[in-house]
């Protein structure tokens, strides 16, 4: 740079006469120049910049960090009969083998008993997730000479009445080394206190309202970091007075604490008593976590992945009330977009290392039929798109414009007036060509393959025309909610992987932080939608200004990257292939003395596996595979091969 200053120096010097006097003022020019020259660097580099991103060049490619099998495999395997034909090998997936006999989990539900009802829909998903075989029985079938085929009971009964005589069988059962989990606060009867003895209960009291959780011990991953408020909190707990040799692990936050879950040793066996007793999907994580702590361990796949997504992203400049942009920032929309907002957002996924996955719409429009005109307002598409994509993230279609894939049989029930049902499937389908071909014009060396449905709504129709894009994953929602398109974490019979999000929005309140809470450890998965436009909606809190909102997304992060540093940062369809590994492993346990083999079926170059161990026992070493500490008594286990034995010592060897 000095040089070529020079050189322009030279040239001057030779244009201009040699007297002295003008030596000063050369000088004070060479200066001038240099400063210009500078600028004009930086100048030229910008435009460069910018010219690069306009032509839609990028710095970098972002490896593959998984695989996504053929879809045509993923039809074949979830669509395929087990055990293969002809095969003379017993098949013990999902089943424990103590000393090579094998065993299962009995649910023990109650016929038309609204709680048993409740609680068999929050069982059957978590044991069949956690890959843990189970057979049911209904309360008034059960006999206590059935045990032997089981180490572990989930009791999900309010009328212990019904046990009857069995009770003394129970109890002395679980002496000998069986493992009973009571699964919600009963109904209080004379038969349900007899098993006071083994629960470890010295007094029981009236319902009572749990307003907050808080964890006692180092149990759940994120749990210790701040106490977890509930939402609509009811009189879904008894109060308890417990042994002293009762371990509690939850407590309620209230004044005069009740115990939540608590486990106890009764001879060679565990009882677990879970008295949380709200049993919606979003608290999963906290009902399979006390069941992990019935016996000697407890071992179960998990996906470990994060990812956020951006909703219309990159899209026209969204619509919606500019109140409090104006009030805080006085700019417009569309500066604060690419001044403010992007910058806060791109900053905080650089801090964490997030990849984000963005949501094409290309035209706020409400046309539903003809032909979808192409949008040519494309700077915005191609600055925000490629800078994303420049930082790992990911691009996926959200639609044409931001009409759900319904037709006309899909009922709104009044809720979304605004909404326009599309005609036919052809225009459906002719809106999806328009779109993707858009974006394939913007952003030509990337393939689409996750999908976000407008709304959360989406019919069978349109995943259907979706099925014949190079759409891979759907991303709706996990939660249940009115009309929306819920989902589990799952490759679906059609091949496309469900990986719908859990959190959303800048204003995380106590039900999003319980679920994220419940998901860490339920599934090891983060799942967050953002909404570019929320500063632009009040339900949505644009009246605490962006500043704020940005604020407690910064929050929600820092307890998720503090409870779990090494959790995977995923795009959207690395999502997916980390979710198919998940969902199509299967999983055998075989334990001898302190030994644990885990046998995995469809393994598909690596696992991940939660560990919970009992009574101080720590990893010893690991074959197979290597694994990291998360709480007191849990352990990641990353499987890099197909059998991976685990030794456990006793904390004291
Ligand atoms: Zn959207």
Redesign the pocket.
Known sequence: MHDFGMEKQKEMEHSSDKKQKVRIKRELSRINLLGMYLLGTVFVAFMVALILVQANVRYTVRPEVLELLPKVNLVDMKNTEEPSEGSSEKNNYGETLIENKSYKTLLITEEGDPQSIKSKELWDPILSQMKISSDECDVSDFKCSMLKDYDKIIMAVTKYQKLSEEIVGIKSWVKKGGNLMVAFPPETSGSYKSLFEILGVSDSGEAVVVEGLHFEKDFLIGGSAHDFGIIDAYESSLAYALYDDCEVYVKSTDEYPVPVIWKRKVGKGTVVMDNFGIMDKAYRGIHCAAYSLLGEFCVYPVINGAAFYI??FPSPVPEGDSTYVSRDYNMSVADFYSQVWWNDIYELGRRYGIHYTG?V?EDYSNQVEGEFPRNQEITRFRYFGNMLLDAGGEIGI?GYN?MPLVLENFDYKDQYDAYIQWPSIQDMRNSLLEVFGFSDELFPDEEFKVY?P??NVLSEEGRKLLNDTTIRSIAAVYLPTDMAYEQEFEVSSDGIINTPRITSGCVIDEYMELAALSELNFHLVNTHFH?PDDVLDEDRGAALGWKKLYENLRNYMQWLYMSFPNIRNMTGSELAAAVQNYDLLKVERRINDREITLNFGDFNKEAWMLLRVSDGQKIDYVTGGSYISMTDDLYLLQCDTDKVVVRLKQETE
């Open positions: 909703d219309d949501l719409i959200h931001h976000v407008p709304s909404h």
